[in-house]
């Protein structure tokens, strides 16, 4: 198996400006998770989806923050307009069941000027 | 709610010296806990797991025994390698199906 597949790897972008970010979890699993990671703040979980339905979005840190899983094999993370104090790195998990083990991406390193 | 409290870290040893990596949780019920590990520039990676009381996790030299009486999940390494060298996070989870983690510890191990 792939594994779970993030893109892009790297993201540099200016004040101001929309960021989506994706994620193609691993086939068959029915769990996908939105964490970030900064120093400051450590790993935060801002969104996870069962079946492709949003089931808990309180990590989410405000309106300018958005996340969709149209279908079983592929999600966004959408920040408009993004800030300055976004820039961290934004991981995408899956599981096959809750509470079982998540398999993460490789992550997103997202840079906002 | 839930929370995981990790030793401060960050931990520096000497290549084949015996690491510890305290982890104390707060949960209601009866959690699953994991360790994971983070290797520079990579995603997390599940090192190792326990899902009830007594239950000894283990993998690549690494244990953690789920210690109900103490709510720890202690990692443990008789020996550790320059490639340990790494960010190491404890874990719980529950019905909720997230994953609450600490803060994580960085290991660095030196020749």
């Known amino acids: 198996d792939a594994g779970v597949i993030q893109s892009p790897r790297h993201e540099v972008t200016e004040m101001g400006q929309e960021v989506t970010l994706r994620c193609k979890p691993i086939?068959?699993?029915?769990?996908l998770f939105w964490y970030r990671q900064t120093m400051m703040r450590g790993l935060e979980l801002l969104i996870y989806?069962?079946?492709?339905?949003?089931?808990?979005d309180s990590g989410m840190p405000e309106d300018r923050f958005s996340a969709k899983m149209p279908n079983a094999s592929f999600s966004t993370l959408k920040i408009q307009p993004s800030e300055p104090r976004d820039s961290a790195v934004y991981f995408c998990?899956?599981?096959?069941?809750?509470?079982?083990?998540?398999?993460f991406g490789p992550g997103t390193r997202l840079t906002v000027t | 709610g839930d929370s995981v409290t990790q030793m401060e870290g960050p931990v520096t040893l000497s290549e084949e010296a015996f690491l510890t990596i305290n982890c104390t949780y707060t949960?209601?019920?009866?959690?699953?806990l994991f360790w994971y590990v983070q290797y520079p520039g990579e995603g997390l990676q599940l090192l190792l797991k326990?899902?009830?009381?007594?239950d000894k996790g283990s993998n690549k030299g690494f244990e953690a025994t789920y210690r109900k009486e103490t709510t720890s999940f202690h990692l443990e390494k008789g020996s550790v390698q320059v490639s340990d060298s790494a960010v190491y996070f404890c874990?719980?989870?529950?019905?909720?199906?997230?994953?609450?983690f600490g803060k994580g510890i960085t290991l660095s191990v030196r020749p």
């Open positions: 989806f069962n079946n492709n339905v949003p089931i808990d």
């Open positions: 874990a719980l989870t529950q019905a909720s199906r997230k994953l609450t």
């Open positions: 949960a209601t019920g009866y959690p699953s």
């Open positions: 998990a899956s599981s096959r069941t809750g509470g079982g083990t998540q398999y």
């Open positions: 086939s068959g699993h029915d769990y």
């Open positions: 326990a899902t009830k009381a007594d």
